[in-house]
Nanobody
Framework: QVQLVESGGGLVQAGGSLRLSCAAS????????MAWFRQATGKEREFQAT????????YYAGSVKGRFIISRDNAKNTVYLQMNSLTPEDTAVYYC????????????????WGQGTQVTVSS
């Protein structure tokens, strides 16, 4: 089992920045690919970014590429999502997830999920 706890969400004005953190405990963090998804009200959960177990590879959804940066610190068992140039369309609950196989953009590739943290961007 891997337990994931997100933090760092909140209310921010359009154009602002937030940094989300996801602290992991349980099984060896460095064995897992990590990802961030988000789910807006009334919409499906959608992929945002992923990072390989070593941190050497990252991939982003087209809508956030160039604005969001995913990183991880395996010594601290933590993954981060730096979000810049936020818009109201980024308002959602953000989830971190840990997985070991499958297509990285699919939620089904991730075995463990956090409870989510709310991000609200005001105009």
């Amino acid at each position: 089992q891997v337990q994931l706890v997100e933090s760092g969400g909140g209310l921010v004005q359009a154009g602002g920045s937030l940094r989300l953190s996801c602290a992991a405990s349980g099984r060896t963090f460095s064995n897992y690919r990590m990802a961030w998804f988000r789910q807006a009200t009334g919409k499906e959960r959608e992929f945002q970014a992923t990072i390989s177990s070593s941190g050497g590879s990252t991939y982003y959804a087209g809508s956030v590429k160039g604005r969001f940066i995913i990183s991880r610190d395996n010594a601290k068992n933590t993954v981060y999502l730096q979000m810049n140039s936020l818009t109201p369309e980024d308002t959602a609950v953000y989830y971190c997830a840990a997985g070991s196989s499958g297509y990285y953009w699919r939620a089904s590739a991730y075995e463990y999920w956090g409870q989510g943290t709310q991000v609200t961007v005001s105009s």
